[in-house]
């Protein structure tokens, strides 16, 4: 399964209104941390109502958490966008 598919699943937990992940890793070819196949670097854009209430470091925080520590290892870069 892609790597942005395995986000957004794991970012359901939010229920969110708006959920955009966006493969990135073109962009970065060549620089540190990407690697030729891809799937290095990601923005997630998400807007939850779920969110809404944290400030943006635990809205950051409830996403990593949610994303978990064996995805992200996974990856080199996450880029969020984060409304509530």
């Known amino acids: 399964m892609p790597i942005a598919q ?3 699943e794991k970012l359901q937990v939010f229920e969110p209104e708006v959920l955009e992940v ?3 890793s073109a ?8 690697r030729p196949e ?7 854009r998400i807007k939850a109502a779920r969110l809404a209430p944290l400030s ?3 809205r ?3 996403v990593h958490e949610a994303i978990g520590p064996d995805l992200i290892g996974r ?8 409304e509530g």
């Open 27 to 34: 962009r970065h070819a060549g620089h540190a941390g990407a």
């Open 22 to 24: 966006i493969d990135d």
């Open 56 to 58: 943006r470091l635990a």
């Open 38 to 44: 891809g799937e290095s670097h990601f923005r997630v």
């Open 6 to 8: 395995e986000i957004a």
């Open 60 to 62: 950051h925080r409830a």
């Open 75 to 82: 990856i080199h870069a996450l880029a969020l966008e984060i």
